[in-house]
């Protein structure tokens, strides 16, 4: 596991005002903005730069790998806003982690969840079904315990109801036959997936 936390944020909220008071609550990015957070629950996960993670000389993570959990991050989260705003729900921000495998391939190794993202049905913060929900609890109560449940309940209710897409064709493009070997990958998830495909190279 790479020891830094990715928060992709749509809407301004939560610890984003505090760290830049003056801006206006759900203020939007557009693009989304990235932040970066050093695991160190000691020093309460600090917020790092670019630079700070390359200085940091972390295991197999140099500025290629950055610019790759940047992008990845990116495109996890704008899946993800699609499909919460097929169901009429706001994705306002999310964190995701990474990992780098024996191949020194760069995966997300992160469950992704209420503990992971901010969610405002119908774009109304009153209504949050995310951990902020137990956050705001004064005290923590059987009633308040239930609310949390029942708002995960809704969740998985809310996600049981998406329809696998029927229709969609994935096209691969290959630049020439030393792709093979990377795009045979990706063949094989989508046969997994049951999605179409076909493949062309130049």
């Known amino acids: 596991m790479i020891p830094i936390e990715w928060v992709t944020r749509r809407l301004a909220t939560g610890s ?24 160190d629950d000691a020093n309460h996960d600090p917020q790092w730069s670019d630079e700070q993670i390359l200085s940091a000389n972390l295991d197999n993570v140099a500025r290629d790998e950055v ?8 495109v996890v989260f704008e899946i993800l806003e699609k499909v919460w705003a097929s169901l009429n729900c706001v994705l306002v921000d999310m964190k995701i982690e990474f990992g780098i495998d024996n191949e020194g391939n760069i995966l ?7 503990d992971s993202w901010r969610l405002w049905p119908e774009g109304k913060k009153e209504l949050m079904k ?6 705001n609890l004064s005290n923590v109560t059987a009633e308040g315990l239930n609310q949390v449940k029942l708002n995960f309940t809704w969740i ?22 030393s792709d093979l070997p990377f795009a ?4 094989s998830q989508l046969n997994e997936l049951e999605v179409r495909h076909g493949t062309f190279s130049n």
């Not at 995310?130 to 956050?135: C, E, I, L």
């Open 16 to 39: 984003y005002l505090k760290r830049h008071p003056g801006t206006q609550e759900c203020y939007r990015f557009c693009p989304p903005c990235q932040e970066t957070f050093f695991k």
């Open 67 to 74: 610019q790759i959990m940047k992008r990845l991050s990116l």
């Open 108 to 114: 997300v190794s992160d469950v992704i969840d209420s």
């Open 130 to 135: 995310d951990k902020q929900v137990y956050r």
């Open 156 to 177: 998985a209710d809310t996600l049981a109801s998406v329809k696998r897409p029927t229709d969609n064709l994935v096209v691969l493009a290959l630049g020439s036959s």
């Open 184 to 187: 045979n990958k990706i063949v």
